[in-house]
């Protein structure tokens, strides 16, 4: 089992409430390795508060978050600004890319706290090759500000997998997106997917997304109920 989550519990105090309101309560999950799955769900329901917790962005209140048999709850935050690091990939529904730097180096940006000098080289030539491999070569040394947001959003994407990550978390990676290139950035995400091995969540409000995964998922009430 690659993810597993065991009793996660969350709530919030809103402003100008005492009262404590609940986003996640007692939810449970099991992700294998290579498997995809979507998450369904209305605004404000904690579908991107589950996500941080599974990225290790957010602690829950109470509950564990087990990943490849290490308790995420036990880790320094050294250690989990390395985990997130080499472990997850994220990619958000704005892509979140730096102006001041080209396209390939957005994508390297993952890189740079890599110590191995062997192992940048490597991931080095990887960025070459995904950057070819989404068809934006020849706007590797543009900055962002040229690109459409289709061609954004696919930078973001490959610099979430330039690590390769066992682990992609996808929160609304199509929000900002026409039809035509939101379904372009999910059918490059399940490529990329395949070709690494790696686990995917993806949070969205489209059941035609959705439904393209493995599982699905709705989170009610603080839990996520399996809709087969």
Known sequence: MLLSLKDIRKSFTTDGSNKPRTVLDGLALDVEQGET???????????????????????????????????????????????????????????????????????????????????????????????????????????????????????????ALINQPRLILADEPTGSLDEDNARAIISLILDLNKQFDTALIVVTHSLDIGQRMDKTYTLQSGKLVHKV
């Open 37 to 159: 799955l979507s998450i369904l769900g209305p605004s404000g329901s904690g579908k991107s508060t589950l996500l941080n917790i599974i990225g290790a962005l957010d602690q829950p209140d109470s509950g564990d978050v087990i990943f490849d048999g290490q308790n995420l709850g036990q880790k320094t935050d050294v250690e989990l600004t390395e985990f997130r690091n080499e472990e997850i990939g994220f990619v958000f529904q704005l892509h979140h890319l730096l102006p001041q730097c080209t396209v390939l180096e957005n994508v390297l940006l993952p890189v740079l706290p890599l110590k191995d000098e062997n192992l940048r080289k490597t991931r080095e030539q990887t960025a070459v090759e995904l950057v070819k491999k989404v068809d934006l070569w020849p706007l590797k040394d543009q900055k962002p500000n040229v690109l459409s947001g289709g061609e954004c959003q696919r930078v973001a994407v490959i610099r």
